[in-house]
């Protein structure tokens, strides 16, 4: 805060902005001046949020991902395939990630079938009709993101089986019309960081594809559990070969 004052350290990243906001739009923190920007206990709140928000989701999704590759050897293959063929040994690049296109679907069918965040909440603020429901004020309502992505009626009876080609044609053309998918919440709060989350795991699993195969240690025991997110119980032992 005092390197910003005479214009010193302000930067085009997230923290700046937050600083900026604080510093620039509430010049004297008195409890009487009107509130116009992030006060600091606000900016300290969005860091966190950030943090939690994007560090333990992204980290689960990779490693459902590395135990569905590891269970299913074929689709482990295509997405190397893919990678070398994109990338060949170099470090992949914003361009071709996003062409990365059975990737996508693997991670799209991992994070259905595995989605960190298992449930949206919401509070409702006023006595309200939703479709036949009649739901009074103070209700909390929770969408269970995870039964959607694995009811039979939307996705068939293979719907608990990983299948990556239901996304062969995109997240629209697989829910046809209904929300069914949405592992990143819906409407005005959908996850801000989506993107950046995808691009990530693109990365990273593409970097891991790069250089290794990897496969189950027997050791290995499947038991989905939510600590906050959702998450293999006794940890993930994949056994990795260089290539
Ligand atoms: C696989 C990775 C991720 C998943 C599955 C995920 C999931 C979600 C979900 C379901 C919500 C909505 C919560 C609600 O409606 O109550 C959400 C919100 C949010 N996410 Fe993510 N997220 C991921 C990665 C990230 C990353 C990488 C960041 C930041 C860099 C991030 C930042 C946020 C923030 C700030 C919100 C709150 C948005 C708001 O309330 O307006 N998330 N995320």
Known sequence: MEAMKPGEAVQDDLLSILMESCYEK???YQSNS???GLTIKEVIDECRLFYFAGQETTAVLLIWTMIML???QDWQSRAREEVLKTFGKNKPDF???NHLKIVTMILYEVLRLYPPVLAITRRVSSDMKLGKLSLPAGVTVNLAIVLAHQDEKIWGDDAKEF???RFSEGISKAIEGSISFFPFGWGPRICIGQ???MIEAKMAIAMILQRFAFELSPT???APVTFLMLQPQF???VILHRL
């Open 34 to 36: 009107r509130y116009l």
């Open 26 to 28: 509430v010049p004297k």
């Open 163 to 165: 299948k990556p080609e």
């Open 220 to 222: 290995y025991a499947h």
């Open 70 to 72: 590891s269970k299913h």
């Open 95 to 97: 361009h071709g990630l």
């Open 195 to 197: 993107n950046f989350a």
């Open 235 to 237: 940890g993930a032992q």
